[in-house]
């Protein structure tokens, strides 16, 4: 949808053009200084059509004028209808591009014809944030949101390219491991998003594509949830509950869904692609039964459950699904220690000494036995935590926000009333299994922590820290992740100190425990060099940057590629600090380039590796392309996140520093106070990034001559920075300079000297 400033502007044009001689209206047009994406709907009404005055309101509103209908050409926000892809049960896709001339995008746009009223339908705007940050590599990225002119949502999705999962493994036939491997990576996408307590609701082949290069993408995720939620919210008697026949599961055909319904619709998936490809095989298919059975508490208790045991299958491992049987798990011990059983029957039968092996055979099985038992005791455990969390989801959370429960109250539930529900009874809930509710309260943290809600994020991270490393120890994943996500909360709000700590322990808890190949072990050591830049600490944070990369699994190509431009990322920035700004640009157009392979033009970290490009250019002194590029990553952040964000607040004072740099500070003050506002909204006051952009705004003033508020503010921003900022740090530095400034035009020249003796002192 045009914004509302966009549509006045577009209506103003039109009427403009309305009032001259049809020969006059292009030169008129061509002379107008105009917004790109208002440039472009004006133009799109010229070329089609002989009379304005008939398209004038279908622009204004920036949708097509045609009623319950859709066509190549019409325009939705920045998004024309470039073609029609076909229609499913949620409504019609269409492919279409951006228009607003910031850069070339194609997208696939769903238009949802079902939701029956405005209720619906501010509750679908509202909700549909927590698809927005479902960031997954396969999982395919909601882009933008909007309506039509008759109020029917839309939602334009990265449009992906390639072949229904089934029909290619039909054409394809890959062997086993290769097909297991591609299910496992939709099986992990999908553990991901119940990770963040969202439910796909419509698995199903034709929702999974395969792309070249081979990679799996998951298609419309979370939207049937969404919709059922939103449709029930404006109607007395809820509608059925749409599902798609053959992979919903029993529950959820009756109403009622968890995580798993998703595990039942992975089973019946798997058991389609098995036969696609032409395998059979018996613990396979134990599997399938495992995770398709009727009864819920049946099947495997999560997503993760289920990826384990096929994990187990891959390593020749007894399965989980199997039914007890000890001559089976004989031959599972045989097939994986075929040679030392191949070279001690060779010994017994020619060396006689069989009693001797055959002792120590069984001491050894002994201990495999323990093993098994220990390892078989854990797995039921995760698995009662799994079903524990998956039923609190449902009970506690799903419910509340359910019609057929809570009756017309329950239309105007969103994500965080239920969350707050559900937490006022959790301890009760899950009294004596600390570690359930660790888990729990971990997951609900990172929902809020992905709406913005630090302060209950950091609570909910808290508790879930102190309760996994009671019952699990310190060194557990679990725990090591909760560790990881509080020290993310602290990293976002500014708390460096808190998060560098967290950090260093991380890191050195999980080489301990895991080695310095682990996924998690590298998440810790990538934080510390963002860390290292941000408080710029150049001494530790270059040469350990340097030691991680040379780390082969961290190179392009390799398994850990994406977490290497990271890091490589933030390596850069470290140089950039340094002065080698060369060395620095080469690196941020590299990742660059990519993200944008990897992820699309408009991924945060896309949209981060051109900001410190952008960077670059203002520390080169290239003030007015670096004015340029701000001004359309703003408009981009804001596109993606939203206006109340700490993106946005960063591109405002960025912008703001460009603008200040070519002497136009009453402009940058309105960007610097706007990101100023944004910033205490979301943080609080007293915040560090609200302490960077207090310093642009007295750097602004005291360059206006408004040399007493100036003070103030160097004062208020000094009082922020130096709790996290050594003296050394670029932001002190210029603190200290334009303080002194300000003393010694006021006068106060003892001030100002003691202030440059202690920027002398090394």
Request: proline share 4%.
């Amino acid at each position: 949808m045009a914004s509302r400033a966009a549509s006045d502007q577009i209506g103003a044009v039109l009427k403009q053009l309305l009032e001259l001689p049809a020969s006059q209206r292009s030169a008129a047009f061509a002379g107008m200084a105009l917004d790109p994406s208002v440039r472009a709907l004006v133009q799109i009404a010229l070329q089609s059509s002989p009379d304005l005055s008939e398209t004038e309101p279908a622009l204004r509103s920036g949708l097509p004028h045609r009623a319950r209908t859709l066509e190549r050409g019409d325009i939705l926000g920045v998004w024309r209808i470039e073609r029609d892809l076909g229609k499913g049960g949620m409504g019609s896709v269409f492919e279409v591009c951006r228009i607003d001339g910031h850069f070339k995008q194609r997208g696939a746009l769903k238009w949802l014809t079902g939701l029956p009223g405005p209720e619906a339908r501010e509750y679908f705007a509202r909700e549909r944030q927590v698809l927005a940050d479902l960031s997954h590599p396969n999982i395919a990225r909601l882009l933008d949101g909007g309506a039509t002119a008759d109020g029917d949502p839309y939602l334009v999705m990265e449009l992906i390219e390639g072949q229904h999962i089934d029909v290619w493994c039909h054409q394809h036939r890959p062997d086993p491991k290769r097909l297991l491997n591609l299910f496992c990576m939709v099986a992990e996408a999908v553990a991901f998003a119940h990770r963040q307590l969202v439910l796909h609701c419509d698995l199903k082949p034709s929702n999974i594509l395969i792309t070249e290069p081979l990679r799996p993408v998951l298609l419309d995720f979370g939207i049937a949830r969404l919709l059922d939620q939103a449709d029930r919210r404006d109607q007395e008697t809820p509608a059925p509950h749409a599902f798609s026949p053959g992979y919903a599961s029993p529950e959820h055909q009756a109403g009622r869904v968890s995580t798993q319904s998703d595990v039942y619709s992975l089973g019946v998936i798997l058991g389609e692609l098995l036969h696609a490809s032409g395998h059979s095989n018996p613990e396979l298919h134990c599997i399938v039964d495992r995770a398709t059975q009727d009864e819920p508490q049946r099947r495997y208790g999560s997503v993760d459950a289920l990826i384990d045991d096929l994990h187990r299958y891959q390593q020749h491992l007894p399965i989980r699904a199997w039914p007890p049987d000890h001559l089976y798990r004989t031959q599972k011990w045989l097939r994986r220690n075929w040679l030392s059983a191949g070279l001690s029957a060779a010994a017994i039968l020619g060396l006689g000494l069989g009693t001797v092996l055959a002792f120590s055979g069984f001491r050894q099985a002994e201990r495999d036995r323990d093993l098994a038992l220990a390892a078989q005791s854990r797995a039921e455990q995760e698995r009662a935590a799994a079903q524990a969390v998956a039923d609190f989801m449902v009970e506690d959370l799903l419910l509340s926000a359910d019609v057929n429960t809570r009756g017309r109250d329950a239309r105007d539930v969103t994500v965080l009333d239920a969350m707050a529900a559900g937490l006022a009874n959790i301890e009760s809930r899950f009294a004596g299994h600390p570690e359930t509710e660790g888990r729990v309260r971990f997951a609900i943290g990172t929902v809020y922590k992905h709406l913005n809600r630090m302060a209950e994020a950091e609570q909910q991270h808290s508790q879930a820290l102190a309760l996994l490393q009671n019952s699990l120890g310190e060194s557990h994943e679990l725990s090591l992740e909760a560790l990881n996500g509080l020290a993310g909360i602290y990293l976002r709000t500014g708390d460096f100190d808190l998060a560098k700590r967290d950090y260093d322990q991380g890191h050195a808890l999980a080489m301990k425990a895991f080695g310095p190949d682990a996924p998690i072990t590298l998440n810790f050591a990538g934080q510390r060099v963002v860390i290292a830049f941000l408080t710029q600490d150049l001494s530790f944070g270059i040469p350990f940057a340097e030691q991680l990369l040379q780390n082969p699994i961290l190179a392009e190509g390799a398994t850990e590629a994406v977490r290497g431009m990271q890091i490589r990322h933030n390596y850069g920035r470290l140089l950039a600090v340094r002065g080698d700004l060369d060395a620095a640009e080469a690196i941020f157009q590299n990742a660059w380039r990519f993200r944008r392979q990897h992820f699309g033009p408009d991924a945060l970290n896309t949209l981060e590796a051109e900001a410190s490009l952008s960077e670059s250019l203002l520390r080169r002194g290239q003030f007015g392309e670096a004015e340029a590029r701000y001004r359309d990553l703003l408009a981009r952040y804001e596109h993606v996140t939203g206006r109340e964000h700490a993106a946005v607040a960063t591109m405002l004072q960025n912008l703001g520093r460009a603008l200040a740099a070519q002497g136009k500070h009453a402009d940058a003050m309105n960007h610097y106070r706007e990101a100023l506002e944004i910033t205490d909204r979301l943080f609080g006051k007293g915040k560090i990034l609200s302490g960077q952009i207090q310093l642009r705004i007295a750097q602004s003033q005291l360059a206006q001559g408004d040399v007493a508020n100036a003070i103030s503010q160097f004062l208020g921003a000094e009082a922020i920075l130096a709790k996290q900022f050594p003296m050394t740090h670029e932001h002190r530095q210029e603190l200290a300079v334009g303080l002194a400034d300000a003393y010694r035009r006021s006068g106060r020249e003892s001030d100002a000297q003691a202030l440059e003796h202690r920027l002398s002192k090394p």
